[in-house]
């Protein structure tokens, strides 16, 4: 890259260099244990290390990849540790941090920046249209949430408060929110889910009956002949699932990675805790990389479907062994036939337009299916965010059907949850579509029938915000400004909120986003002992690290989660908390409820935040597999939650069968001179946490304003490596529903009217161009940056979750006339 170049960067720190082939190893080592001294220092670091996914220890912040049965003595990732560091900080963001900074000038801030200010110690409140948060009492600020719930209630519009959450909840807080949202008489209960699994969850409930995972970490690691990852990035996104991959190629398993970027993870793994990993090469995970286009996944299986049916037919008529497993379709399945029938009218010339790979790569994918007998799929958003997302999916589990790879060790669907409980909080109860069963069993537990009808996703509640339909919003964890699509739109409705309510631990961009009046309430983090609030008297020999220590004869408080593999186990943090003044989220929801509900309400509400057992006897009672909770849990790794299709291959799908699907072809086509875009991580990042600017796997160091295309599509665009663009994205969706007025925010993004085209435009200004070997007519860039892009509308069919990996966008330069708006 030239001098030129670089200093036309839009952000001065900004090097780019080739992207690396290999993962982990010493240099992994190396950059977490800098994040670890830089944030709490090397003794408090440690100390919440040695227990990270550990029994009796606490379940890592960061993703939901299981724990195997004899955890290492260092159970934890780059990424993982970057997650601890952060939320064990000496960094603090208290009442003097916002005295000293307006609200005006935080919302300057880059989300990287706003991370990095440190831990939350009180409750801060804005008053109404202040330009700066006040510290205030727990009673008063819980008070003011109580005070407009209530008046919700008490007028019978109990559907203007809407209540998100993240996947860092505990299954006992997720339980208490979703109570306290029915008891005051909404299902508003969007989540995380809605904007990353929900396509994963309705097509596996329909294919297969029930919406989650059908695959043990010990199918991976110790049974599997072929492993397909899809539209997944572990390297970055799930990094101790290369541990698993290792693990089934020292087996003897061949692995596939279907991709339009390719991945360093998934390329060589160095393993820092094995000797070649460390001097050696590493290890070679991917046997076979297929560089399929952005949303082509669905042609691609469906190509593949069709060439095993005919190999079987072929096989057959030449008195071979069958290539399919007949008897599983024909006890176990329905829909075969019609699902043949539309596989067979399959146009070749569109499978080729969709994947843009040649005949001779899927015909080699087939051979490694029909050479394997125990086939795993892998997914995580590259599958999950697309408008055919759902479609794709159903597809998958036709694909698992064919070779009876459903219900048998070593087979079965594999969806890879990002954050560390979001599958478990959908268990508790976290879902704006219950249901009837799981709410007549709520009912029963706590003598309420609870509402029926639908409550709002997390699309449906950025409509609601905009339409002035919501009077409190309440964020149970997460970042809902920067985590959502369409930036300016979900930010303005954010700000015409009356009240908005924020539990968390770290400042974010959703507290510079504030409603009217705006709550910021600080909790417990998952690294920290919960002892409620009894205080602890310090005695010799405590280092001031070990927290707020019990009272004599009691143990501090656990809670428990849900892996992505639906293993559930404890939970429990070791260090000081950051403040006196936090408190732990069931706390926090259980004395609002009671606030709330008032003493006419039986729910034993004090008893639950002291004792968080309690809850779990409410659970066992409500949720399906979790009969004897308490003391399954405390069995080192906890238990494996019962599912049908897995277990005993029952299906409690429509039909009683697992199905097969017709699913019609999309092919998104593309304009001249367009792009189809995927927003994606860096390697320095966990969702919407940005822990630093540098993404060393794809060569990109000080900055995060990168657009990476093919050097094949900016040789035809005209454009060179390092020139700086803005991105416009063009969606021809209902003009004005997502525009709103004209705004430009301080990183250079816009939402504009569309000119009377039918085509809205959205704009994120200053974008350094990075040529890189992806996909030829696909790129890709960062989010939170990116969200801006993303139509509201922009959907997955069935889901409705933001189709953030399939936007058209063309590539502007700044002075090319039309410039940044």
């Known amino acids: 890259m030239s001098d030129d170049a670089r200093s036309q960067s839009p952000e001065p720190t900004l090097d780019v260099g ?7 190893g010493v240099a992994g080592v190396v950059h977490a244990m800098a994040d670890v001294v830089e944030e709490p220092g090397l003794g408090r670091g440690l100390k919440a290390l040695r227990l990270v996914n550990q029994h009796r220890g606490f379940d890592c912040p960061g993703c939901a990849w299981p724990e195997p049965g004899k955890p290492h003595l260092a159970e934890f990732c780059e990424n993982g540790a970057k997650a601890v560091a952060e939320e064990a900080t000496r960094r603090r963001a208290d009442a003097a941090f916002f005295a000293e900074h307006s609200i005006d000038e935080l919302a300057t801030w880059t989300d990287h920046r706003l991370g990095k200010s440190g831990r939350l110690t009180e409750p801060m409140l804005r008053d109404t249209d202040a330009d700066h948060y006040r510290p205030v009492s727990w009673g008063e600020a819980l008070d003011l949430v109580a005070g407009e719930l209530r008046a919700l209630r008490d007028a019978g519009e109990p559907d203007r408060a809407a209540f998100y959450t993240s ?6 807080a ?15 209960l969007p989540d995380c889910s809605n904007m990353c699994h929900e396509s994963s969850g309705s097509a596996l409930t329909e294919t297969l009956g029930i919406g989650k995972g059908s695959v043990s970490l010990a199918d991976i690691t110790d049974h599997a002949d072929l492993i397909v990852v899809v539209g997944q990035n572990p390297g970055t996104n799930h990094p101790r699932m290369l541990t698993a991959l290792e693990a089934a190629k020292d087996r003897g398993a061949r692995i596939v990675a279907i991709n339009p970027l390719p991945e360093a993870g998934l390329q060589t793994f160095r393993n820092p805790q094995r000797v070649r990993g460390v001097v050696g090469r590493g290890t070679r995970l991917a046997d076979r990389f297929l560089q399929v286009r952005l949303a082509g996944d669905l042609a691609l299986f469906q190509a593949v479907n069709r060439l095993l049916v005919e190999r079987d037919d072929d096989a057959r008529a030449a008195g071979r062994a069958p290539v399919l497993d007949h008897d599983f ?81 070593g087979a079965g669907a594999c969806p890879v949850r990002g954050h560390s409980n979001v599958q478990g909080d959908r268990t508790m109860g976290i879902w704006e579509r219950p249901p009837a069963a799981f709410l007549d069993a709520l009912g029963a537990e706590f003598g309420f029938d609870p509402p029926r009808e639908p409550g709002h996703d997390t699309v449906d509640t950025i409509r609601a915000l905009a339409d002035g339909r919501i009077d409190v919003f309440m964020a149970m964890g997460g970042n809902f400004a920067a985590a959502t699509p369409d930036s300016a739109l979900t930010e303005g409705a954010l700000r015409r909120v009356p009240l908005t309510v924020h539990v968390s ?32 008297v310090r005695g010799p020999g405590d280092d001031g690290d070990r927290g707020r220590g019990a009272a004599p004869g009691t143990v501090a408080r656990f809670v428990t989660v849900e892996d992505s593999m639906s293993v559930v186990h404890s939970s429990r943090g070791t260090l000081r908390p950051a403040s006196d003044l936090l408190r732990s989220e069931p706390a926090i929801i259980a004395d609002l409820a009671r606030r709330v509900l008032g003493p006419e309400d039986p729910t034993p509400w004090e008893e639950f935040a002291d004792d968080y057992a309690r809850i779990r006897e409410s659970i066992s009672r409500v949720v399906p597999g979790f009969e004897d909770f308490e003391r399954r849990v405390a069995e080192p790794g906890g238990f494996v939650l019962p599912h049908p299709p897995r277990d005993t291959r029952e299906f409690p799908t429509a039909t009683g069968k697992a199905r097969f699907t017709v699913n019609p072809l999309d092919v998104v086509r593309v304009p001249e001179g367009r792009l189809l875009l995927q927003t994606v991580r860096s390697h320095d990042q966990f969702n919407t946490t940005i822990y630093g600017t540098d993404d060393r796997y794809r060569g990109v160091r000080g900055g995060r304003r990168v657009v990476f295309v093919s050097p094949d599509d900016l040789e035809e665009l005209g454009i060179a490596d390092g020139e700086t663009v803005d991105l416009v994205s063009e969606w021809p969706g209902r003009a004005g529903r997502s525009d709103g007025p004209r705004r430009r925010d301080e990183t250079g993004a816009t939402a504009e009217p569309s000119r009377g085209t039918g085509i809205q435009q959205r704009r994120a200004a200053g974008f350094r161009v990075v040529a890189f070997p992806t996909a030829k007519g696909c790129a890709a860039a960062y989010y939170p940056e990116t969200n801006v892009l993303v139509p509201l509308d922009h959907t997955a069919e069935t889901s409705n979750t933001p189709a953030s990996k399939s936007l058209v966008i063309r590539l502007e330069r700044p002075d090319d006339g039309a410039g940044p708006r």
């Not at 080739?18 to 982990?24: F, G, I, T």
């Not at 339980?175 to 299902?187: E, I, K």
């Not at 159903?394 to 459903?406: A, D, H, T, Y």
């Open 174 to 188: 997720a339980f208490l929110y979703q109570l306290l949202s029915r008891r005051l008489g909404t299902n508003n």
């Open 505 to 536: 631990t770290k400042l974010n961009r959703s507290h510079v986003v504030p409603g009217h009046r705006s709550l910021i309430l600080p909790c417990l983090g998952r690294t920290e002992r919960d002892d409620g609030d009894r205080r602890h």
């Open 329 to 409: 379709i024909a006890r176990y399945t329905d829909g075969f036939d019609e699902a043949a029938a539309a596989w067979q009218a399959l146009s070749w010339s569109d499978v080729d337009a969709a994947t843009g790979l040649d005949r001779s790569d899927i015909e080699g994918f087939v051979d490694d299916v029909v050479a394997a007998r125990n086939v795993v799929v892998c997914w995580a958003m590259g599958l999950t965010q697309h408008k055919q997302a759902v479609a794709t999916i159903r597809e998958v589990v036709s694909f698992l059907l064919l070779r009876g790879n459903v219900g048998r060790p």
């Open 18 to 24: 080739p992207p690396q082939h290999e993962a982990a």
């Open 167 to 172: 996947g860092r909840t505990s299954n006992e």
